[in-house]
């Protein structure tokens, strides 16, 4: 009861299982409230299976007698119930979830006209959610599938000079940070908050207890995925082009497009560039970056880690309420640093709901930033296309590409070179380069 509920400066702090469960319940007299239906919804699943959290859902009217207060504790429990379809979508994926919905949606259909409509329209729109990330997890597979044929396709005839990839698509870095920016929107979207959560308690199974279903749906995946792609098609872009002044076009395109997301917001697509711009490959080009523009100096200033990042995380702070796209692997790591540095139960056993008040904000901070929308640019198929499939180096591939851009200069380099070239030419070098494998 709400005696195990303890208060600080009327802010929950700490609560046992239970007396958590019964307030996130609707009752006839409060409105549910939506800041701490989220907390519970998003952290509870680490105490409790969702299934059944949405069973006591479901019997919470039914023993009240019809009248105004049992009008009222539907109302609210339908307030409740499009909050979770809304925002947890894919809680409703499994077999236990759906069947306990199907329950639930039954019997508070029976209690009015309007309860029915409601419910109808409620259960449509999770569907068409739970469709569409159907189709996005499809589209995930095409992007791997069509990206891996191009990849083991055989070298075309000839050396040519520069690769038609990324830039020779889209050469305008304002049009390519507009385009960087949609993308990353199109991944987040359905990217759900209670992966974050779930991802978390997989990397730290000794965390108990954790009552985790199995992930459905892998979303969380492909979007660090995305980030490793930019920063390797970044270095790939580079690193194809023989010509010094094709690198140094290259790089100063990709240092714009760069910048150009800073001023968007878009944090997460300018740190993968400056990852892949900061490779040791593309790095070593001295030749290559004497006789690029200084633009590289404000991005690594802007996106610095010192200081825990701080440079970033004031530009961060400025976006609030406005679009914005988070570096999104320092959102895993603070999730990851609450999670370890803070216990999840007190010596009573009551839950600390401090630690589930701040991983809230956290994760709403993200849906409020994807939320926000992309702005006025059009989406460009076939940058998106070339975004999301053009085959990219890496490992010995992007190395040996390196030196044939510029030759080894130091003893170390040289070694490693020779290293290289005693094996067979790496086969997605060879596709992208034109050549024949050794």
Known sequence: GSQDLVFSENRLVSGSLDALIDLFLPCADVAPDPAY???????????????????????????????????????????????????????????????????????????????????????????????????????????????????????????????????????????????????????????????LLQSFCQENPRRQPVLLEEKKVHFLEAYAHWFNRLSALTATEVCTRLRKRDRVRAVDQLVAAANACLRQRNFNSAMAILAGLSQAPVARLRRTWTRAAPGCAELEAQLSPAHNFGAYRRLLAEAAGRPAVPFFSLLLRDLFALGELTATRQANGYINFLKCHEAARLVAQLLAWRGAGSGPAVRRPEVQECLATQPVLSGPALAYASFECEPPDTEAERAAFRQLRERTVPPSYATLRGKKAK
């Open 37 to 195: 239906s989220f907390t519970f919804l998003l952290t509870s699943r680490l105490f409790v299976a969702p299934a059944d959290l949405l069973f006591e859902l479901s019997q919470c009217h039914l023993a009240m007698p019809h009248g105004q207060e049992r009008r009222r504790l539907v109302e609210h429990s339908l307030a409740l119930l499009d909050q979770w379809t809304k925002l947890f979508p894919y809680d409703f994926l499994g077999r236990k979830m759906s069947e306990v919905l199907r329950a639930l949606c039954e019997s508070l259909a029976r209690e009015s006209t309007d309860a029915s409509k409601r419910l109808a329209d409620l259960t449509a729109s999770l569907l068409a959610r739970l469709t569409a990330a159907a189709q996005a997890e499809a589209e995930l597979l095409r992007h791997f599938e069509v990206g891996l044929r191009r990849l083991q396709e055989p070298p075309s005839a000839g050396v040519q000079d520069a690769v038609a990839g990324l830039l020779a698509i889209c050469s305008d870095p304002a049009v390519l940070a507009d385009q960087l920016t949609i993308a990353e929107l199109e991944r987040l979207r359905h990217l759900g908050p209670e992966e």
